[in-house]
């Protein structure tokens, strides 16, 4: 059998679609001499409320362990924060990693691709009150999951006291 696919998408020999981009439809195709078939495929995001429906049973999600605010798991993570990262709310998810030298600070991360419900913002500030935001880079785009950084560049040659932060908003 060859298998062919066009779209936002790519198949292996064995038939896996590992798709590239939500939307659709895309087309793979299989093929075996002169007999040939094809499927249309849908790839939608990923929601909060189809993550909240996998992760909690109905008595879970009615108690509000569901809630977004919620961390089951006393890992400093909430629920939405846990999904942002896919992580699971009953286990211990690992925070994003933080990296400095002497000339900067970046924050390093991965993340479910295709969730369409979070924007993710990785912020600089002084102090705790005031944030300016970074831009995010996809260390590896079509990927699942992806890697993100953001990183500040610490200014020369005197270098103020720095904090990053990652922050999640549905």
């Known amino acids: 059998i060859v298998w062919s696919a066009s779209g936002g998408g ?29 499927a249309a495929i849908n790839v939608s995001s990923r929601t909060f409320e189809s993550w909240m429906t996998t992760m909690f049973s109905a008595q879970q999600i009615a108690a509000g362990e569901s809630a977004l605010d919620a961390d089951l ?11 942002a990262l896919g992580g699971q709310p009953y286990a211990f998810t690992a925070h994003p990693q933080m990296v400095s030298d002497a ?28 944030w300016s935001g970074l831009t995010l880079e996809v260390l590896n785009p079509g990927t699942d999951p992806e890697s993100v950084r953001a990183t500040f560049t610490l200014p020369v040659p005197n270098p103020a006291q720095s904090f990053l932060r990652l922050r999640f908003e549905k």
Do not use: K, M
């Open 10 to 38: 790519t198949i292996s020999q064995a038939g896996l679609y590992t798709a590239t981009a939500a939307g659709g439809p895309w087309q793979a195709t299989a093929t075996s001499g002169s007999i040939g078939a094809s």
């Open 103 to 130: 000339t900067f600070i970046s924050i390093t991360f991965q993340r479910p691709a295709w969730i369409g419900d979070v924007t993710y913002h990785a912020e600089v500030g002084g102090s705790l009150y005031s």
């Open 73 to 83: 798991d006393c890992d400093g993570l909430t629920n939405l924060a846990e999904y």
